[in-house]
C-alpha cells in the first residue's frame, strides 16, 4: 500500500511544501500553512503543469470576441459595463453605506424587468416590505421582478 502523499500550502501566497512549517520561508507570514487534502493537490498539481506551459502574447495577436449585451436601461450604467450587461454575467457594485447602491440597482432591475426579462434581486439587509416601499418610489414594480 502505497504511503498518503501530504502537502501543505499558505494561505498568503501559495507556497506549498511536503512538511508543516511556522514561518512561510517565501512571503514570511506566520502560521499559514494548511494540508491539503488529495483533491486540493490534483487542483495545486494540474494548475502548476499548466502555468508552465502558458507563453505570453502581443495582445495585438489576441482575437476579439463578439460579446452580445443587452441594455440595463440606464444610458450611464451600460457605458461603464462596455455597452451594457452580459447574459450571466456578474458584476460587483460598490460604495459607502447609503450612496445608493440598493437604489441604483432596484431601479436597473425594474428597468430591465420591464422589458419583459426575469430578474432576481436578492438582498441579505433589507426585508421583502423595504424593497417594495422602495420599488414604488421608484417606479420599479413589475411583474417579472422577483424578490
Same mark, same amino acid.
Given at each position: 500500500?502505497?504511503?498518503?502523499?501530504?502537502?501543505?500550502?499558505?494561505?498568503?501566497?501559495g507556497?506549498?511544501?511536503?512538511?508543516w512549517?511556522?514561518?512561510?520561508?517565501?512571503?514570511?507570514?506566520?502560521?499559514?500553512?494548511?494540508?491539503?487534502? /488529495?483533491?486540493?493537490?490534483?487542483?495545486?498539481?494540474?494548475?502548476?503543469?499548466?502555468?508552465?506551459?502558458?507563453?505570453?502574447?502581443?495582445?495585438?495577436?489576441?482575437?476579439?470576441?463578439?460579446?452580445?449585451?443587452?441594455?440595463?436601461?440606464?444610458?450611464?450604467?451600460?457605458?461603464?459595463?462596455?455597452?451594457?450587461? =452580459?447574459?450571466?454575467?456578474?458584476?460587483?457594485?460598490?460604495?459607502?453605506?447609503? =450612496?445608493?447602491?440598493?437604489?441604483?440597482?432596484?431601479?436597473?432591475?425594474?428597468?430591465?424587468?420591464?422589458?419583459?426579462?426575469?430578474?432576481?434581486?436578492?438582498?441579505g /439587509?433589507?426585508?421583502?416590505?423595504?424593497?417594495?416601499?422602495?420599488?414604488?418610489?421608484?417606479?420599479?414594480?413589475?411583474?417579472?421582478?422577483?424578490?
Amino acid at each position: 500500500m502505497s504511503k498518503k502523499k501530504i502537502l501543505f500550502e499558505c494561505q498568503h501566497c501559495g507556497l506549498t511544501t511536503p512538511r508543516w512549517m511556522g514561518k512561510c520561508t517565501n512571503c514570511g507570514a506566520w502560521d499559514s500553512f494548511v494540508e491539503l487534502n /488529495e483533491q486540493q493537490q490534483e487542483v495545486v498539481k494540474h494548475a502548476k503543469s499548466t502555468s508552465s506551459s502558458a507563453k505570453a502574447i502581443s495582445i495585438n495577436d489576441i482575437e476579439e470576441e463578439e460579446i452580445f449585451r443587452f441594455s440595463s436601461g440606464n444610458p450611464e450604467l451600460d457605458t461603464v459595463l462596455g455597452g451594457g450587461v =452580459v447574459p450571466g454575467s456578474l458584476t460587483l457594485i460598490g460604495g459607502s453605506p447609503g =450612496v445608493g447602491k440598493s437604489t441604483l440597482l432596484l431601479k436597473v432591475g425594474g428597468d430591465i424587468a420591464s422589458s419583459g426579462q426575469n430578474v432576481l434581486y436578492v438582498s441579505g /439587509e433589507e426585508s421583502s416590505s423595504q424593497i417594495k416601499l422602495r420599488a414604488n418610489r421608484l417606479r420599479a414594480n413589475q411583474s417579472s421582478l422577483y424578490l
